[in-house]
């Protein structure tokens, strides 16, 4: 997915105005980010990579600062290990699994209560669409569950005696 020429223009011109240049490694480094969506540096550096063997990682980095600073590109930490960057106007919350690690995402508008009350409690105006919350999906939130019950009946097998003080807390 390339930017688009209205986006190729206003990058040009965003870069232009701030006396950068437009360079072929700038906007394969954009490009990859608007085609991964949400990507790590070494992915971002691995899809350009594929275009332009000779582009580094030294020179995403440098490239994702420059584009971060001129509003291009934001990044968010989604948990321990490097930051993930997308388009500036992929705005939204992103759930962390703990477990699998699985990465939703949620509009940001379901931190408007919360936000309005940090402003006024606070004076302090969060920036919902820079979030990520952890915490467990479905998926893994089952499987807990699912292994608890499996251990307790393998402690507590149907028909077998219970241990001396449940018998006396059943009765």
Not at 29 to 56: G, K, M, Y
Not at 65 to 85: I, S
């Amino acid at each position: 997915m390339a930017t688009t020429i209205d986006g190729v223009e206003t990058l040009r011109r965003t870069l232009h105005e701030r006396g950068f240049r437009m360079t072929p490694q700038r906007q394969l480094v954009l490009d990859a980010v608007e085609e991964l969506q949400h990507a790590t540096p070494e992915q971002i550096c691995a899809s350009v990579q594929r275009l332009a063997p000779a582009v580094n990682i030294t020179t995403v980095y440098r490239t994702l600062d420059l584009l971060e600073r001129l509003g291009l590109v934001r990044h968010t930490h989604l948990g321990h290990g490097a930051p993930n960057y997308s388009v500036r106007e992929h705005e939204h919350v992103h759930l962390v699994c703990h477990g699998c690690g699985s990465v939703a995402e949620v509009p940001s508008g379901l931190l408007d209560e919360l936000a309005g009350r940090l402003d006024t409690d606070y004076g302090f105006r969060l920036d919902a669409t820079h979030v990520a919350l952890s915490g467990t999906c479905t998926n893994c939130t089952a499987e807990e569950a699912s292994e608890e019950v499996t251990e307790h009946s393998a402690e507590h097998p149907a028909g077998s005696p219970a241990a001396p003080g449940e018998q006396e807390a059943h009765q």
